[in-house]
């Protein structure tokens, strides 16, 4: 539009100084008139180059998506490994707090609590699966198989 604009004052700007034969108005509506071709230029040049600056982009500067990391078990089976408990909690809670649907990190989690004695805990871990997996029956079922079985272990009838 602003192109246009300057492209219709360049013109009525010539025509006004060839009808008064003043040569003093070609000067400004030349300038006029290359001012809105390189607006029209610039943008149809960037246009035309688009699809090449869009290749060299993902080469040179490939996207990094900001989104939610996998779930990563390795590193939490490591510090069970090694008998780092707390850490290995961590990483449990890490998961779950990115990734609150992975049932999985829930029952690893509520087994670690159990072994490091802490069935308060354990049981928070349990309420909030309850809460998040409400809607994913079959994931909910295997969690609350998990908490009856660890209640049972360690409080025996």
Not at 122 to 148: G, I
Request: net charge positive.
């Amino acid at each position: 539009m602003l192109a246009i604009g300057l492209w219709g004052c360049a013109l009525w700007l010539a025509r006004y100084g060839f009808n008064k034969l003043e040569l003093g108005w070609f000067f400004p509506a030349m300038i006029l008139g290359l001012i809105g071709l390189s607006r029209v230029f610039r943008d149809l040049i960037e246009l035309a180059a688009k699809p090449f600056t869009m290749m060299i982009d993902a080469i040179v500067f490939p996207k990094i998506h900001g989104g939610k990391p996998p779930p990563n078990y390795k590193l939490a089976e490591y510090y069970l490994k090694e008998g780092r408990w707390e850490e290995a909690e961590e990483e449990y809670r890490i998961i779950i707090k990115n990734h609150r649907k992975e049932t999985q990190a829930y029952i690893a989690l509520m087994r670690l609590l159990f072994d490091m004695r802490e069935s308060d805990e354990a049981k928070k871990v349990f309420q909030k699966a309850t809460k998040y997996l409400r809607n994913h029956p079959e994931c909910l079922s295997d969690v609350e198989m998990e908490w009856h079985r660890l209640k049972a272990k360690s409080f025996p009838i």
